[in-house]
């Protein structure tokens, strides 16, 4: 009986490429790439404006086998630690009180960007070529859902095995609220999985996991441990054992396209367009979380970023790549500007805003204050006093009829969201690199807190058009909103934030921000 | 503390206060500088401990003199000059069991470099691989 043609194909093809006499896996490795796929009709929910070559490489030779094997004693050791010798020792409950806050924010937002890393590498997958490269996405994609349930996961060890469960359990909830959330899905979401496939991947992987994972997943764990934490270190440096992967892929996209005449034109906007995106939201969120959220401080969170960011990614990844014509980012000085000041900026508006969050947050101790200003020369003169002033008049105790956010209204400091990153800024109280910009479209106006966002506006402004807190509660009385947007705990009336930490300190409740009578309006209206 | 260039803390992050902001905001560092260095990040293992302080920094410490390594906490942070290199067959052997690159990567946190395999070895490099060397494949039999 004759054979069908595929099955001579496949007769023809193994007689040109013998399969391998052992299991070796990266002999196998070698022996798969020899199959090849044709990819003319590649169909991706975004294209790109740049070729990726077909011949790029994957630089760990992974086979689904070993794949698979690594993964689960990577999961195997952090469950087993977690259930076993974390769960014996009470670790959850040695967790200083204001570091367990920090990492309802961290683990919460991670989840996110995990979630979305997925779509982000799937399509990736979709827009390569070259079948190891495709092989390099397949594992990120696999990798990012198994980051979501770490990151969910020790949501839930912190919540039911920890102290103060409000806001490991329910923070998704508070999303409409809470001021943090549309900057983080800015960079954590869209900036992933929305555009040009290539500068997603730039997001994503050149700078989201190449350059910002570094602090956010590696140093993080040495501020966790110094604060007590042994939960975060056994889980996020698993998440990262993952990262150098993703690392290496976006390496290689940048690989792929390097002889591609468009890259000459768009890499360095587009790297720059992509350095700013995540730098001007990961740079005052997480310097706000490690020196705010601590009660023992690792180092000023500029030397962090200095180290992990400017010297480390910028010298060994973006430096390297001069001689094919990247630049170092035209946004660098600003960004640098950030690092030293912005996340002094933010903690002053976040703490003004506290009601409307989903994690409690505590005002500097005189000590902690003496590290700012032997760390940041010029601190108290800028928020020092004003901590004081709101010490001073009661902000911690819900009798004191005091927000902060007052302070700001009566000294006449309005504070905006900037459209492109939405993050909240207040030009005229601030020393990070924010100074205020309004333009109008469609008879709406927007405003900008640097240069660099508003250039992206510019260039395709219907792509910013999320409504920021000021303009979706304009009116509104905020115990209203609060109750709306689920900012209380399980009995209904006690919010989940709090201005402090304090275990034995009165707690806020709702009928304490009615009787203040605090009303929601827009900075713009009155420009 | 160690004085290398590539120490966690070399450079000016020794300096504090004033003195640091004075060299972080000096014009010379408002550009990216190239470096040739490489950073290491191990997730602290059985394994893994035995790697760093039998062979990289016991038999082979003097094979590459700038390589600095840190004890931070939950992981060690390594940095050298070139490259960093682990031969998983001699770790098989110190450990007394079968030990393949693919173990090596169950506790290997964070590249800051060119990192790959091949065979048995794990390399992390400054060299542009895929652009100025080209990435091999493990040899046919």
């Given at each position: 009986m004759?054979?069908?043609?595929?099955t001579?194909?496949?007769?023809?093809?193994?007689?040109a490429?013998?399969?391998?006499?052992?299991v070796?896996?990266?002999?196998?490795?070698?022996?798969?790439q020899?199959?090849?796929?044709?990819?003319?009709?590649?169909?991706t929910?975004?294209?790109?404006?740049?070729?990726?070559a077909?011949?790029?490489?994957?630089?760990?030779?992974?086979?689904?086998?070993?794949y698979?094997?690594?993964?689960?004693v990577?999961?195997?050791r952090?469950?087993?630690?977690?259930?076993?010798?974390l769960?014996?020792?009470?670790?959850?409950?040695?967790?200083?009180?204001?570091w367990?806050?920090?990492?309802?924010?961290?683990?919460?937002?991670?989840?996110?960007?995990?979630?979305?890393?997925?779509?982000?590498?799937?399509?990736?997958?979709?827009?390569?070529?070259?079948?190891?490269?495709?092989?390099?996405?397949?594992?990120?994609?696999?990798?990012?859902?198994?980051?979501?349930?770490?990151?969910?996961?020790?949501?839930?060890?912190?919540?039911?095995?920890?102290?103060?469960a409000?806001?490991?359990?329910?923070?998704?909830?508070?999303r409409?609220?809470?001021?943090?959330?549309?900057?983080?899905?800015?960079?954590?979401?869209?900036?992933?999985?929305?555009?040009?496939?290539?500068?997603?991947?730039?997001?994503?992987?050149?700078?989201?996991?190449?350059?910002?994972?570094?602090?956010?997943?590696?140093?993080?764990?040495?501020?966790a441990?110094?604060?007590?934490?042994?939960?975060?270190?056994?889980?996020?440096?698993?998440?990262?054992?993952?990262?150098?992967?993703?690392?290496?892929n976006?390496y290689?996209?940048v690989v792929?396209?390097?002889?591609?005449?468009?890259?000459?034109?768009?890499?360095?906007?587009?790297?720059?367009?992509?350095?700013?995106?995540?730098?001007k939201y990961?740079?005052?969120?997480?310097?706000?979380?490690?020196?705010?959220?601590?009660?023992?401080k690792?180092?000023?969170w500029?030397?962090?970023?200095?180290?992990?960011?400017y010297?480390?990614?910028?010298?060994?990844?973006?430096?390297?790549?001069?001689?094919?014509?990247?630049?170092?980012?035209?946004?660098?000085?600003?960004a640098?500007?950030?690092?030293?000041?912005a996340?002094?900026?933010?903690?002053?508006?976040a703490?003004?805003?506290?009601?409307?969050g989903?994690?409690?947050?505590?005002?500097?101790?005189?000590?902690?204050?003496?590290?700012?200003?032997?760390?940041?020369?010029?601190?108290?003169?800028?928020?020092?006093?004003?901590?004081?002033?709101?010490?001073?008049?009661?902000?911690?105790d819900?009798?004191?009829?005091?927000?902060p956010?007052?302070?700001?209204?009566e000294?006449?400091?309005?504070?905006?969201?900037?459209?492109?990153?939405q993050?909240?800024?207040?030009?005229s109280?601030c020393?990070?690199?924010?100074?205020?910009?309004?333009?109008?479209?469609?008879?709406?106006?927007h405003?900008?807190?640097?240069?660099?966002?508003?250039?992206?506006?510019l260039?395709e402004?219907?792509?910013?058009?999320?409504?920021?807190?000021?303009e979706?509660?304009?009116?509104?009385?905020?115990?209203?909103?609060?109750?709306?947007?689920f900012?209380?705990?399980?009995?209904?009336k006690?919010?989940i934030?709090?201005?402090?930490?304090?275990?034995?300190?009165?707690?806020?409740t709702?009928?304490?921000?009615?009787?203040?009578?605090?009303?929601?309006?827009?900075?713009?209206?009155?420009? | 503390?160690?004085?290398?260039?590539?120490?966690?803390?070399?450079?000016?992050?020794?300096?504090?206060?004033?003195a640091?902001?004075?060299?972080?905001?000096?014009?010379?560092?408002?550009?990216?500088?190239?470096?040739?260095?490489v950073?290491?990040?191990?997730?602290?293992?059985?394994?893994?401990?035995?790697?760093?302080?039998?062979?990289?920094?016991?038999?082979?410490?003097?094979?590459?003199?700038?390589?600095?390594?840190?004890?931070?906490?939950?992981?060690?942070?390594?940095k050298?000059?070139?490259?960093?290199?682990?031969?998983?067959?001699?770790?098989?052997?110190?450990?007394?069991?079968?030990?393949?690159?693919?173990?090596?990567?169950?506790?290997?946190?964070?590249?800051?470099?060119?990192?790959?395999?091949?065979?048995?070895?794990?390399?992390?490099?400054?060299?542009?691989?895929?652009?100025?060397?080209?990435?091999?494949?493990?040899?046919?039999?």
């Amino acid at each position: 009986m004759a054979i069908s043609a595929a099955t001579k194909a496949a007769t023809d093809a193994l007689a040109a490429n013998p399969a391998p006499v052992s299991v070796g896996a990266q002999e196998v490795h070698r022996w798969m790439q020899s199959f090849t796929w044709d990819f003319d009709k590649n169909r991706t929910k975004y294209s790109t404006k740049y070729k990726m070559a077909n011949d790029t490489k994957e630089q760990f030779k992974l086979i689904a086998k070993e794949y698979a094997r690594m993964e689960s004693v990577k999961d195997e050791r952090q469950f087993g630690s977690l259930q076993d010798v974390l769960t014996r020792v009470d670790a959850a409950n040695r967790v200083h009180p204001k570091w367990n806050e920090s990492m309802k924010v961290i683990s919460n937002f991670l989840e996110v960007g995990e979630y979305n890393a997925i779509a982000a590498t799937g399509m990736l997958w979709d827009s390569a070529t070259a079948p190891e490269q495709k092989n390099g996405y397949l594992g990120q994609v696999l990798d990012e859902i198994r980051h979501t349930n770490q990151c969910g996961y020790i949501n839930y060890y912190f919540a039911k095995q920890g102290q103060d469960a409000a806001g490991h359990n329910d923070a998704r909830r508070t999303r409409a609220i809470g001021p943090l959330w549309k900057g983080m899905k800015r960079v954590f979401s869209d900036g992933f999985i929305s555009g040009d496939a290539v500068e997603c991947s730039i997001n994503l992987q050149l700078v989201g996991e190449a350059c910002f994972t570094n602090p956010l997943i590696v140093a993080v764990t040495e501020w966790a441990s110094a604060n007590g934490d042994e939960m975060t270190p056994t889980v996020f440096l698993s998440i990262e054992t993952d990262e150098l992967r993703h690392m290496a892929n976006g390496y290689q996209t940048v690989v792929s396209i390097a002889n591609d005449e468009a890259a000459s034109k768009y890499l360095n906007t587009d790297l720059n367009n992509a350095f700013w995106t995540q730098q001007k939201y990961f740079t005052p969120v997480l310097g706000m979380m490690f020196e705010y959220g601590s009660h023992f401080k690792v180092e000023p969170w500029v030397k962090t970023w200095n180290r992990w960011v400017y010297e480390d990614w910028g010298g060994i990844w973006i430096g390297r790549l001069g001689k094919y014509g990247v630049e170092s980012p035209r946004s660098l000085r600003d960004a640098k500007k950030d690092a030293y000041w912005a996340h002094h900026d933010l903690f002053l508006i976040a703490y003004a805003l506290w009601p409307t969050g989903f994690f409690r947050l505590s005002l500097p101790t005189p000590e902690e204050a003496e590290w700012y200003e032997a760390n940041y020369p010029g601190w108290y003169d800028m928020y020092g006093k004003v901590y004081d002033e709101w010490r001073a008049r009661g902000c911690e105790d819900p009798s004191s009829g005091f927000l902060p956010i007052q302070w700001f209204i009566e000294n006449n400091h309005p504070i905006y969201i900037d459209r492109v990153s939405q993050v909240p800024f207040c030009p005229s109280y601030c020393k990070g690199e924010s100074t205020l910009r309004v333009l109008e479209f469609n008879g709406k106006k927007h405003s900008f807190s640097d240069q660099w966002g508003e250039r992206m506006w510019l260039s395709e402004p219907e792509r910013y058009e999320c409504q920021n807190i000021f303009e979706q509660y304009e009116g509104r009385e905020l115990s209203e909103v609060i109750a709306e947007g689920f900012g209380l705990r399980s009995d209904g009336k006690t919010l989940i934030s709090q201005p402090h930490t304090n275990k034995d300190g009165k707690l806020w409740t709702l009928d304490d921000i009615k009787k203040i009578n605090c009303v929601f309006s827009d900075p713009l209206k009155a420009l | 503390m160690s004085k290398s260039s590539n120490a966690y803390n070399a450079g000016i992050m020794q300096k504090t206060g004033k003195a640091f902001a004075d060299e972080y905001f000096s014009e010379d560092n408002q550009v990216v500088h190239e470096s040739h260095e490489v950073v290491l990040v191990l997730k602290k293992s059985d394994e893994l401990n035995t790697v760093v302080e039998e062979i990289l920094l016991g038999s082979h410490k003097a094979d590459n003199p700038t390589l600095v390594v840190e004890d931070r906490a939950g992981f060690w942070w390594l940095k050298a000059t070139g490259k960093i290199e682990i031969d998983c067959t001699e770790v098989s052997e110190l450990l007394g069991k079968h030990y393949s690159v693919y173990d090596l990567l169950v506790d290997v946190s964070s590249t800051i470099g060119r990192a790959y395999t091949l065979g048995e070895t794990f390399t992390i490099t400054s060299e542009l691989m895929g652009l100025d060397v080209k990435l091999k494949d493990l040899a046919a039999a």
